[in-house]
């Protein structure tokens, strides 16, 4: 980036970094199971052959440590730019990989995309209550959308980026990675056909053993999306949706231990069609991942079920799922997202996934608080 272009960058981003980072209030708040083929057809048809150029919102420890490296290794899209509130990052960025000046991009002239021929799919990468904003932006600059988990803060606002990529007729995916890894698929495909018989329980638990997030931090903050619940609790919520292959009706119970603004635990119950229960926990204190399903005639779980490599599974039979896979799971979500948008075919993470799974996490908050049983 030259003198003058990085000059006016600078301008640009002062306010909208220094916001994200000590106001959140001051940064626009708020922000499926197989597709749908709910999403309009995309915005244009990449020629034939020609990998997706994709722009990353939000450089941080996951774009930087996650998402870029697996760009390296996908085969239909790849990193073509970023959009950042943190200009000190540009040239790391861009030296590393190759990003031309035209394609670099601040918070605050990110609507310009919509004259950039040269990207077509923005990755919505920062805190959560960010989420609306720049999804919503990025359709309205007609690109496609790629949205990490959870969706947004509430289910108002995940509507709202499903409306906005609909009304603009690009398309939406989540990036729920698990939906695309193969031995959760295989787990997946136990449930679909009932295996071991009429389900009788499941039990579904992510958690870390972390510290108390510091409140000057976007994780120790509730209004941006900080905590437990959000934070892990998300995978909780769409394993036990996937692995009981059904959409819970109700939040019999819920509990939530907050030693600051935000919760590190919370434990919940989610009541399925039939009377089903099911018993979901998510931590930033304590380690545990698993996901369990009983069956009349058995059980099969993920244990552990969503760390980035090494998700085994097993089954009562003694069926081992695996090997693990050691490789990239964004890799093979990124590839399944493009070539969705190349081939005009249902996303495995559509916009509804996302908000149906955000409207489950506010009735735990809102079973926890009041006490009462949550119907969804």
Known sequence: MNKNSRRRFLRQTVTAATGLALAPGLVSCGAGNTATASSSAPARAPEKGRKLNVALLGLGSYAKGQIAPSLQFTRHCQLAGIITGSPEKIPEWQAKHDIPDENVY????????????????VYVITPTATHKEFAVRAAKAGKHVWCEKPMAMTVEDSQAIIDACNENNVRLSIGYRMLHEPNTQDFIALSKEKAFGAFTAATSLAGYAGSDPPTDYWRGQRAMGGGALYDMGVYTVNGLRY?????PVAVVKAM???????????????????????????????????????????WHEMQPMQPYGGVKGLTSAGTVLGPPIDGKQQTLQMDDDALAIMNNTPVLAPGEMGRDDIAVIRAIIESAETGKRVVL
């Open 256 to 298: 939530q231990h907050r030693p600051t603004e935000v919760d590190v635990t919370t434990e919940y119950t989610l009541e399925f069609p039939g009377g089903l229960l099911a018993e979901g926990k998510t931590s930033v204190v304590t380690n545990y991942n698993q996901l369990r399903i009983e069956g009349e005639n058995g």
């Open 106 to 121: 601040s918070y605050d002239n990110m609507d310009e995309l919509a004259d950039n021929p040269n990207i077509d799919v």
């Open 243 to 247: 692995g009981l292959q059904m959409a």
